[in-house]
């Protein structure tokens, strides 16, 4: 069997790339597991600066793998298999969320369910013309996972997360684009090199910095203003003791370019 994450580095970019084309790269237990195996390495080697999150062939991943979950419903197993899926499927998120460093997904095509939910955690998010956003869930009378009822209502407002969720409603990639669902629309031919670039230009960034923002980000939504600005101020200290933060300075002063040391 193939693996079902490849991993490829170039410089400080790690691209980690769902590998089961032939479903569409849906996803099993073990696939979650190589995800998060790859997302805990990628999160602690210190000379990886962004991740880039794809998929091979056609699709970025088609949520949850149905033959799958059809073979265990036949065994009177699902309840078991639905455990331990999304289990492994909350901590692969986990692990992107609070990744240090910027995580890009590039989508060459469709992002359904536990896919869509993975999208979402990203920090960048790229999409070829052909790709599609669906929710996938209520197709199956599934309650959806991954954080989909967290990121949705985060990105939309509750009407339109409703609307998606109730309709099981497919978001053609300029759409998702205007719902500020991905940040870029590039043409097919293209996804994968400028995918590359963005994880590249976010490589040579303040990686200390963005893992702040990342944290900052999520805490947003749950903290009250008096903790975020605490929060804020923390992390505004400690870039200034990592050194990036002196860098940056000496650069603007110096009216050239900052080179940023590893986090």
């Keep these: 069997m193939a693996d079902p994450i490849v991993t490829t580095r170039r410089g400080s970019v790690l691209e980690l790339r769902l590998n089961r ?22 999160a602690l080697d210190r000379s990886v600066r962004a ?54 997904a590039a989508l060459p095509g469709v992002a359904a369910g536990g896919g869509l939910s993975l999208a979402l955690a990203a920090d960048w998010r790229i999409a070829a013309p052909s790709a599609v956003l669906v929710p996938a869930f209520p197709a199956l009378g599934a309650v959806p996972d991954g954080g989909l009822t967290y990121f ?64 900052l980000l999520v805490s947003a939504f749950s903290e009250s203003l008096e903790t975020q600005l605490q929060l804020e101020r923390r992390g505004a200290v400690a870039a200034a003791e990592r050194g990036e933060l002196p860098e940056g300075i000496s650069a603007f002063r110096g009216k050239r370019p900052p080179k940023f040391p590893p986090p």
């Design 21 to 42: 084309p032939e479903r569409l790269n849906a996803l099993d237990v073990p696939t979650f597991r190589a995800l998060r195996t790859a997302l805990e390495d990628a």
């Design 51 to 104: 991740v880039l999150l794809t998929g091979e062939g056609r699709a970025f991943c088609a949520g949850g793998d149905v033959q799958t979950m059809d073979e265990h419903r036949e065994r009177g197993e699902l309840p078991r298999l639905f455990h331990e899926l999304t289990g492994e499927q909350e901590r692969s998120v986990r692990e992107i969320l609070q990744m240090p460093k910027p995580v890009v």
């Design 152 to 215: 949705l209502p985060h990105f939309l407002g509750l009407g339109l997360a409703q609307e998606l969720l109730f309709t099981n409603a497919r978001v053609p990639a300029e759409r998702a684009r205007e719902l500020g669902l991905v940040h870029e629309v590039v043409a097919s031919e293209r996804l994968g090199a400028r995918a590359w670039e963005r994880a590249e230009e976010l490589a040579q960034g303040p990686t200390f910095a963005y893992g702040w923002m990342k944290h």
